[in-house]
Nanobody
Framework: QVQLVESGGGSVQAGGSLRLSCVAS????????MGWYRQAPGNHRELVAS???????NYAHSLKGRFTISRDNTKNTIYLQMNSLKPEDTSVYYC?????????WGQGTQVTVSS
């Protein structure tokens, strides 16, 4: 069973920064993609950024430049550095892992940005 545990969410004022972490545990293939998605109330879940085990990165176009995804394969951990946060970044942020067999989700961590 694969578990993804997110941390680092919280409340911050506009212009501030937060760093999210997601640790994966359990059995999954080394060849995989991990990423961050977010979902605000009433909205669809959307991709924020993803990174493969070899370091290939994909960003949502609107977020590139403010958000940075990184990965430590030795710790099965990904990070999301979020800078210059805006109220519209307020969402629940979910960690995701996909390998050749399945897709897994974390429970999510709330990020709230106040103006």
């Amino acid at each position: 069973q694969v578990q993804l545990v997110e941390s680092g969410g919280g409340s911050v004022q506009a212009g501030g920064s937060l760093r999210l972490s997601c640790v994966a545990s359990g059995k999954f293939f080394a060849i995989n993609v991990m990423g961050w998605y977010r979902q605000a109330p009433g909205n669809h879940r959307e991709l924020v950024a993803s990174i493969t085990n070899t370091g290939s990165i994909n960003y949502a176009h609107s977020l590139k430049g403010r958000f940075t995804i990184s990965r430590d394969n030795t710790k099965n951990t990904i990070y999301l550095q979020m800078n210059s946060l805006k109220p519209e970044d307020t969402s629940v942020y979910y960690c995701n892992l996909g390998d050749s067999l399945d897709t897994y989700w974390g429970q999510g961590t709330q990020v709230t940005v106040s103006s």
